[in-house]
């Protein structure tokens, strides 16, 4: 069985206000075999979508190689933005070894309370998934359940939108479609991507993620 091992901590600066909250990146970040076009970084998979949906919302001119200016490019786009990344499993089994989410197994979760504790300035999760078993916000679920601390809903449209209070603040999260290809599926059967395609015949999923992403990252949402 595969140790899906997380192969970076949090990564949150003093001004943080914002947390990037997913599960574990693909398996080889963990066993180091990356490709040419990867980042050694947080959400550094040339398969996955975040950076490059930033790269469209704030016109970022980002690299996407191996290379240590792919990772200060990144490092430097967070300290501007005031995002930080916690993804909230810190390991997990796999009989497969893949990505998913459905496969892993005895999943070690990262104490996101205690860490909204430790950076009074962080106010919102944004979760790269929605509330499906083992992604990010399934497990906050579970966090919260345990600690007996109540999860508002906000609006419950996607990206849907919560609340709860934490280390005596109150903490906003939006559960985002993930940016990964896997998701195309559940995008598609969308109405609302449904009628933009209809409208526009070039419109793809990845507009459909850039303008959800937009909403919650630059229109205040």
């Given amino acids: 069985m595969f140790h899906h091992i997380h192969p970076y901590p949090p990564y949150i600066l003093p001004d943080t206000k914002r947390l990037i909250v997913g599960t574990l990146p693909p398996p080889r970040f963990t066993t180091g075999e990356l490709n040419a076009q990867d980042v050694d970084f947080c959400y550094g998979s040339s398969n996955g979508m975040l950076w ?3 790269d469209r919302l704030y016109d970022s001119n980002l690299v996407y190689e191996n290379t240590h200016f792919a990772i200060e490019q990144r490092k430097a786009f967070l300290k501007r933005e005031k995002i930080g990344i916690c993804d909230i499993v810190g390991a997990a089994y ?3 070894i ?3 989410d459905l496969g892993m197994q005895q999943p070690e979760l990262r104490d ?3 860490i909204l504790e430790q950076h009074p300035k962080v106010d919102t999760l944004i979760f790269t998934g929605g509330s499906s078993k083992n992604g990010p916000e399934y497990f906050l679920r579970k966090l919260l359940k ?3 601390i109540p999860l508002e809903c906000i609006d419950d449209q996607v990206p849907r939108k919560h609340q709860f209070v ?3 603040r109150v903490i906003t999260t939006h559960s985002l479609t ?3 290809g896997t998701a195309n599926r559940a995008i598609g059967s969308m109405a609302a991507y449904k009628e933009a395609k209809a409208q526009d015949p070039r ?3 990845f507009d459909f993620r850039v303008e959800q992403y937009g909403r919650v990252f630059r229109g205040g949402a």
Wanted: charged share 30%.
């Fill in 52 to 54: 490059k949906i930033w």
């Fill in 94 to 96: 796999r009989d497969k």
């Fill in 98 to 100: 893949d990505a998913s």
């Fill in 112 to 114: 996101l309370l205690e």
């Fill in 146 to 148: 345990k600690a007996a």
């Fill in 166 to 168: 934490c280390a005596g």
């Fill in 178 to 180: 993930a940016p990964s």
């Fill in 203 to 205: 419109y793809t999923t």
